[in-house]
């Protein structure tokens, strides 16, 4: 009895013939998975309709629970089957599902009824085609996959119809990995984003902008970005391009396939395939076929020359630990800075000279205020900086100048030439802001976090910029308000609660303050802030109170584990209390801070806390050891040096000497509380010459700058709103020495206003009472 026919569907060159369960080009097999196979068919067999997704995983998978990769994976399988035949194959619409367009024709089903089927005839032609691909598998075997590497490269590279310019985004999606190795999930994305980073003419789209668009789209932030996904983003972002990876395997070789997609059409920009031998020759590929996609997206050739260090000295030359490494950037790009340290420190320890994993581990320690651990990273980081790329090299310059020299000047100038070369990089320009308002050049400052988040309106840390220099300059409704619209975003600015609880302490809204120290409780930020709370209690002269934070917030910080952010939180406890003239609690909280850790922040503010308590040797001491351990520190030698050694003079007696001292700590004079402390040292100065005039110019400074003082906390506003009480103290008492009684009077009232629910016993509360009883008999005051 004569056989019936196949069971045929033909479209373009290809024949899907389902006698066989085979798809065929031009008479030669393709090989496909079954699952990839179905799922072709069932698109063919339903063509010009839209299947949607659930449809088709219905359709496949009928039996089992698969998640959309599956699905996904199976379509990127189906393309790359059809090579440059895909194009006006399958459109996929997004987040609904793909309709297949081309043409189909239909052969069969079944031999029609007194027809009869010439049986050998269909034999031949089957031998025939069975031949042609046995004799294909034969000379891929005897080339060792040379042929299979010529036929991938000749199907997958296409020229550049339409190059991007310096002015356009990229994004990169996910790899898809079909090898069962999963050593490649996340880790050939980081390999390629580092890749393609150096590029100054590439403006890569940010993991953390990925994230926050997720979230702002309604998703998990932790969602896998797609090849859909990335390009419902891109569009949502106005990207111009995505990029997508895949690999896959081939016998024992590894095949790489990388395509630049145009987001508005899908068409692919540009395609480079390569092929490793080895799984340890994979990274090496992924970097050459990525040099490859920066020239054919329109990157210079010198460009590329001079900004394509090899991938495997960019980064890694081990998976495992650029795996270990890609699960910590998740973490932190996700806000979870203390779980990223465990995978950094493993990326560390797998590869001993992984330079990029010791600055992410520098970053991270700074952050949770380990400075001591951050500085050892960043030292670590800076001796293996020829093992990165030019870009990854500004940014751990930058890190070591600040972490391992406390070199404020030699930081602003890397980061200044990282914004050079990198123009469209936002980082340099964020770091900036922050480093600016540190020297008191605000408005510089703001300057570079406006540029930052025009370059990416998706950074938290750009809206933080603006928000820090804004309150530097008394803007605080500004502030407010920037930190509302990036919230409205869904973004989290670092530090943004402090910043709103100082807002709310500028404004005198107690309910608010109130709202971000609920806010804080139970996270990391909880330590902090009440050690915020503890200044805000002493500058109004409630000192038990404010004790009771700083012990809370010392013991909750040991408990963490972050001992130096502890020690910290003591040591500003030591500095107002010697300020109030409370001596001996200052010495009891400056024993205790160094007895827990002695970072650069407790040596200083240590050594000056005990320099107002006249214990002059000990003080100087600390300082010694500051040169000793930064001795190319602005910080040190413009501020905190002169500072103590200020001091220090004028418990001798020495104004004169004082002044001159303090004249080093002249620049960025209304800056951070660093350097609005030599103005109140000045002014103490001046009132001990009895020079009132010059002592009220001093003493203005620091209440001309009442948001700087106020911002709480961070490792340069130290106690700092301690002072604005103590300025008008201060102020009250030079306007008495030149004869203004009536400014005396104002500033003595405006004194105890602030001080109205102050503890009683307070010794420099009792003293400012009888100066005010005096004040009011010398010019023939009643006395109230």
């Known amino acids: 009895m004569a056989k019936l026919s196949p069971h045929i569907y033909s479209f373009k060159n290809f024949t899907i013939d389902l006698d066989r369960a085979c798809l065929l080009h031009s008479g030669v097999e393709v090989k496909l998975r079954p699952k990839v196979f179905e799922a072709l068919k069932y698109l063919v067999e339903n063509n010009n309709r839209l299947v949607t997704k659930e449809e088709l995983i219905k359709a496949i ?56 089927n010439d049986e050998p005839e269909i034999k031949n032609v089957n ?51 079909t090898t069962g190795d999963d050593i490649f999930d996340g880790t050939l994305k980081q390999a390629l984003a580092v890749q393609l980073g150096q590029a100054p003419f590439l403006n890569i789209f940010s993991e953390e902008r990925i994230r926050e668009t997720l979230r702002y789209m309604n998703r998990s932030p932790e969602e896998r970005v797609t090849r859909e996904v990335a390009r419902e983003i891109a569009q949502r972002q106005g990207i111009k391009a995505l990029l997508a990876g895949s690999i896959s395997t081939l016998g024992s070789h590894y095949v790489i396939n990388l395509e630049a997609v145009n987001v508005q059409n899908g068409d692919t920009l540009t395609r480079e395939q390569v092929e490793a031998e080895s799984r340890e020759q994979v990274l090496r590929k992924v970097g050459e076929a990525a040099s490859k996609l920066r020239g054919n997206l329109g990157e210079s050739l010198s460009s590329i020359e001079k900004c394509g260090t090899p991938i495997e000295l960019a980064t890694t030359p081990s998976l495992e630990a650029l795996k270990a490494f890609a699960l910590g950037r998740e973490k932190q790009f996700s806000g979870k800075y203390f779980e990223a340290i465990p995978f950094y420190q493993h990326a560390v320890e797998l590869d001993p000279n992984f330079a990029i994993a ?73 770091n900036l802001a922050v480093r600016y308002c540190a020297i008191g050049q605000f408005e510089k400052g703001l300057a570079d976090a406006r540029e930052s988040l025009a370059l990416n309106p998706d950074a938290g840390v750009a809206y933080a910029g603006i928000a820090l220099s804004s309150i530097c300059l008394n803007r605080y409704d500004d502030a407010k308000a920037v930190l509302e619209q990036a919230i409205a975003r869904k973004l989290q600015p670092p530090q943004y609660r402090y910043m709103l609880y100082t807002i709310a302490l500028l404004n005198g809204d107690a309910a608010a303050m109130r709202q971000q120290i609920g806010a804080a409780a139970g996270t990391p930020l909880e330590a902090g802030m009440l050690a915020a709370q503890s200044v805000t209690a002493a500058s109004s002269g409630q000192l038990i109170r404010a004790r009771g934070f700083t012990n809370q917030a010392v013991d909750l910080a040991l408990r963490q584990g972050f001992k130096e952010g502890a020690s910290q939180h003591a040591a500003g406890d030591a500095l107002w209390e010697a300020a109030f003239g409370n001596c001996r609690e200052a010495k009891n909280a400056a024993a205790r801070t160094l007895a827990i850790a002695r970072g650069r922040n407790v040596l200083s503010w240590s050594a000056l806390a005990l320099a107002l308590c006249g214990e002059s040797t000990q003080a100087q001491s600390l300082v010694d050891e500051l040169l000793r351990r930064f001795p190319q520190g602005s910080f040190v030698k413009r501020y905190w040096m002169p500072m103590t050694r200020a001091t220090i003079e004028l418990n001798r007696n020495n104004p004169a000497v004082a002044i001159q001292l303090l004249e080093a700590s002249s620049r960025g004079e209304t800056g951070t509380n660093a350097s609005l402390w030599p103005a109140y040292l000045r002014g103490l100065a001046f009132l001990s010459q009895r020079s009132g005039a010059e002592a009220i110019g001093e003493f203005q400074k620091i209440l001309d700058h009442r948001g700087v003082l106020a911002l709480a906390p961070s490792d340069f506003t130290p106690a700092g709103y301690s002072l604005y009480p103590l300025a008008r103290l201060s102020i009250a008492r030079a306007a008495a020495m030149t004869g203004d009684a009536a400014r005396s009077r104002k500033e003595y009232d405006g004194f105890f ?13 009792r003293r400012a009472k009888q100066e005010y009883q005096e004040l009011l008999r010398r010019m023939h005051f009643p006395t109230p």
């Open 753 to 765: 206003a602030m001080w109205k629910d102050a503890d009683s016993n307070v010794p420099i509360l």
């Open 127 to 177: 031998k025939a085609k069975s031949a042609k691909g046995t004799a294909l598998v034969a000379l891929l075997a005897l080339s060792g996959g040379a042929v299979a590497g010529f036929i991938y490269f000749k199907l997958a590279t296409t020229p550049v119809t339409r190059p991007l310019t310096d002015k356009d985004t990229v994004l990169i999606a996910d790899f898809v990995n």
């Open 358 to 430: 010791y600055a992410a581990l520098a970053i991270t320690h700074a952050t949770t205020q380990e400075y001591d651990l951050a500085a050892q990273f960043s030292q670590k980081a800076f001796d293996l900086r020829e093992r990165t790329s030019e870009r990854e090299r500004f940014y751990i310059s930058a890190r070591y100048y600040m972490d391992v020299l406390w070199d404020s000047d030699k930081t602003i100038e890397v980061q200044e030439l990282w914004k050079q070369t990198y123009p469209r990089d936002f980082v340099p320009r964020t």
């Open 61 to 116: 998978w009928a039996d089992s629970f698969v998640t959309d990769d599956s699905l996904v994976q199976c379509l990127v399988e189906i393309r790359r089957a059809l090579g440059d035949e895909a194009q006006g194959c399958i459109r996929t619409v997004p987040r609904r599902g793909y309709i297949f367009e081309a043409p189909v024709n239909q052969d069969g089903p079944s031999a029609k009824p007194g027809i009869n």
